[in-house]
């Protein structure tokens, strides 16, 4: 169908959280932006997916000869909302070589006798990669908040601290694309569901998943005082419907690939005499 023809909206306006947004309001069924069919998606994420590789190829030179950009991905969701499927089926088209993948789990002794930015930091992409971060600093106001590991009064820095840290990140080269992938209540019982019927999937299941599912609303809750604290000009928050996996795919691979074509990267010119290489290339 096209790039072009496929999307009859941009997903970066329609997806992105604005003020005031409430989770009841965007309906995790929903496919909103685009003009096709399923079957017409997953051929448009074929399509993309050489989009993106060249594109990051392109981010990657530029980088060799010191161009500080580089982008990093945030994935946040309730448990089976799709984050492995994002990078398992958008980012598997990119050279590994390119992509810094970071899932941030309990945070060790170590790191919990430092400030909860610090492990973060570590893992920021360095220039010409995209960096991936399944579960993120946001787990220290999402999590953090529903199971009260934090006073309030903590719970209000780490606002701050976060878009101090990411304003820091934008200074320095980066393009943040922050995602939410929303699934419905109904939806994560039925995932769930599948990985306690299928023996392949029981390595997926986590009896706690359903201890956090239990807070379901206080995690909805949660994720809507983040957007409204954390979602900036310089870092969007994107609420991402995610009942439909591959719509939930194809978005996150549009926001990536729109990012990058705003860089309006070119390949970078040789610093050396094209002509006579081939010349020495010949004679060797």
């Known amino acids: 169908m096209g790039r072009e023809s496929y999307w009859k909206q941009d997903p970066g306006e329609l997806l992105r959280a604005r003020p005031g947004i409430r989770l009841t309001e965007v309906d995790p069924d929903s496919h909103p932006g685009i003009h096709g069919s399923k079957s017409d998606g997953q051929e448009e994420l074929v399509e993309g997916a050489e989009i993106l590789a060249d594109l990051q190829e392109l981010l990657f030179a530029n980088s060799r000869l010191g161009d500080r950009r580089r982008i990093l991905l945030v994935l946040q969701a309730m448990d089976s909302a799709g984050k492995g499927g994002i990078v398992k089926h958008v980012m598997s088209a990119v050279d590994p070589a390119g992509v810094q993948l970071t899932s941030f789990k309990k945070p060790t002794e170590e790191e919990l006798g430092h400030d909860f930015l610090w492990r973060i930091s570590k893992a920021a992409p360095g220039p010409g990669m995209i960096g991936v971060f399944d579960r993120s600093h946001y787990e220290d106001v999402l999590i953090g908040r529903v199971r ?65 599912r239990e807070l379901w609303d206080d995690y909805q809750r949660a994720y809507e005082a983040v957007f409204e604290r954390t979602s900036t000009p310089e870092a969007p928050w994107y609420i991402v419907p995610a009942n439909r996996k591959w719509y939930a795919r194809l978005a996150v691979q549009h926001l990536l690939i729109d990012a990058l074509e705003r860089m309006e990267l070119e390949w970078p010119k040789a610093d050396y005499d094209v002509e006579e290489q081939k010349r020495r290339l010949a004679a060797s």
Do not use: C
């Open 148 to 212: 009260e590991l934090a006073p309030p009064e903590e719970i209000q820095r780490r606002y701050e601290a976060i878009n101090e840290f990411e304003r820091g990140l934008v200074a320095g080269g980066a393009t943040i694309i922050k995602v939410m992938l929303h699934i419905s209540r109904d939806e994560q019982r039925e995932r769930l569901g599948d990985r306690l019927d299928r023996a392949d999937k029981h390595w997926k299941f986590n009896p706690g998943d359903i201890d956090e």
